[in-house]
């Protein structure tokens, strides 16, 4: 299960809307171990496309040593899909590279409604989990 | 003095959960092969038959190695690389 606050949500959503009909990309970093996502990063998607995301491998660079720094691990990951349902793609699978990440889908097709939905990724195995929206950590 | 190589969480099965590891070699090529008797396997993760795997980012101190020369980039001793893979998908 994915427990996260209702703000950092709102941020996702609010990134992806504005990327669409490009697909938006970034992470949430926590602390190591704690499964809780903390720290809201926003990513460049390097393709700037409809149907591809990749993070910048320098922003991804500087990002991944900030995380090492601070003893943090990209707890969340996460893109949009913009013209399909917020499912794991086969590249989204095969490309899948952070076994402790939960990766999160959101869907923009639909300008009314936002699907938001989690799922594990592990050796090319998917797995939807619960997502628990709060207002804070307890 | 050796070359220091940060291995990301996925491949940390085949240094034996080691978060760095030390090699040399005058090339990533060269160093990548070194480590590979070390850490069997390693190798395979990093390279194809066409060179670097297309979603993997190697950095050689702060440059991503595909700007640089890719597997044919010089290294010395006192360098760092970093491994990650790409956050990529469809």
Known sequence: MLTIERALVDKIV??????HPDEA??????AAGSDRPTRY?????AE?????????????LKVWREMDDRDEEPVVIYHSHTATEAYPSRTDISYA?????????VSTRDPEEIEFRSYRIVDGTVTEEEVKIVDGYA | MAIEVRIPTILRTL?????????KGGSLDELFADL???????????????????FVNV???DEDVRFLSGLETEVSDGDNVTILPAVAGG
């Not at chain 1, 700037?48 to 991804?60: A, G, H, K, N, V």
């Not at chain 1, 076994?99 to 999160?104: L, W």
């Open chain 1, 14 to 19: 609010a990134h992806a809307r504005a990327d």
């Open chain 1, 25 to 30: 990309c970034g992470v949430i970093a926590g």
């Open chain 1, 41 to 45: 990063v926003a990513m460049m998607n």
């Open chain 1, 48 to 60: 700037r496309s409809p149907t591809f995301y990749r993070f910048d491998s320098l922003e991804q």
């Open chain 1, 97 to 105: 590279s952070e076994p402790n990440a939960h990766y999160v889908l």
């Open chain 2, 15 to 23: 240094t034996d959960g080691a978060k760095s590891v030390e090699g």
């Open chain 2, 36 to 54: 590979d008797v070390r850490h069997p396997g390693l190798r395979a993760r990093l390279v194809d038959d066409k060179g670097l795997r297309k």
């Open chain 2, 59 to 61: 950095y050689l101190n």
